[in-house]
């Protein structure tokens, strides 16, 4: 049952972390600092102590800024980020200019979705109660970044004989999510019930090991499944 939103529930906590010289993070912080539903909590401490942090936080959602030019920095506290708590936290990558390695290594460590550094106060508020309930945010213009981001990935090893395991059908549905449609868009386009499409979408991410459908799609991308401006 989907949680109540946190505006009428509970003040959601937000955990912002990542390179204290990203000051597309430090305006992030600002905005979420400002408003009374959001319990905020901002620190540049690193690695054990960063982990020791978020694990007593607990915290609904993790903004996860960057270190410019360290992809594998940011991969790697995301990836740390993930592990820290008991129960995994909600990821949200920051995103600064054009898609680049570091929103694809935080994607690929499994940030639920992201958030352009220049985003408008509304839509930051808005992308991040959505993450504190549990959604993964999305919308067209969500999509069109996912396929800039991985327009021209480097397929990763192994990723071919992942995408045999699923059937004809169920590459049909992969398709189609990482194209940003929602279950009753592909359940219209395929001409099957939503249900089975929920059906083949919980096939698809536990034959690949894959948490969400954001993570769907940068494996679609990926394997060579889809590509930017294809069918």
């Known amino acids: 049952m989907p949680r109540t939103r ?5 003040r ?16 992030a912080a600002g905005l979420l600092e400002s408003e009374p539903n959001f319990d905020v909590l901002t620190d540049h401490v690193a690695g ?6 978020l694990d007593r936080a ?21 990836r740390e980020v993930m592990d820290a708590s008991g129960r995994p936290s909600r990821l949200i990558a920051l995103a600064s200019g054009p898609p680049d390695a570091e929103l694809r290594a935080v994607l690929r460590a499994g940030a639920i979705g992201f958030l352009r550094a220049d ?8 992308l991040m109660l959505r993450a504190a309930e549990g959604a993964v945010p999305s919308s067209p213009a969500a999509v069109n970044t ?6 021209a990935p480097p397929r990763q090893p192994g990723s071919g004989a992942r995408l045999s395991q699923l059937t004809r059908r169920e590459r049909d549905v992969l398709r189609l999510v990482a194209k940003g449609l929602s279950n009753g868009e592909i359940a219209a386009a ?24 954001v993570q769907a799609t940068v494996f679609a991308y990926e394997s060579g ?6 069918p």
């Open 6 to 10: 946190p505006a009428e529930r509970y």
């Open 225 to 230: 499944l889809v590509r930017p401006g294809g």
């Open 146 to 151: 996912l396929a800039t981001a991985f327009a």
């Open 48 to 53: 054990r102590e960063r982990l020791a942090l």
């Open 12 to 27: 959601a906590r937000i955990a912002v972390v990542g390179g204290d010289r990203d000051p597309g993070l430090h305006r």
């Open 190 to 213: 395929l001409v099957v019930t939503t249900s089975t499409v929920k059906t083949h979408m919980n096939a698809i991410l536990g034959k690949l090991g894959l948490r969400d459908r």
């Open 58 to 78: 607990q915290p609904d959602v993790v903004l996860v800024g960057r270190f410019p030019g360290r992809p594998d920095l940011t991969a790697l506290m995301s």
């Open 119 to 126: 985003a408008r106060r509304s839509t930051v508020l808005e």
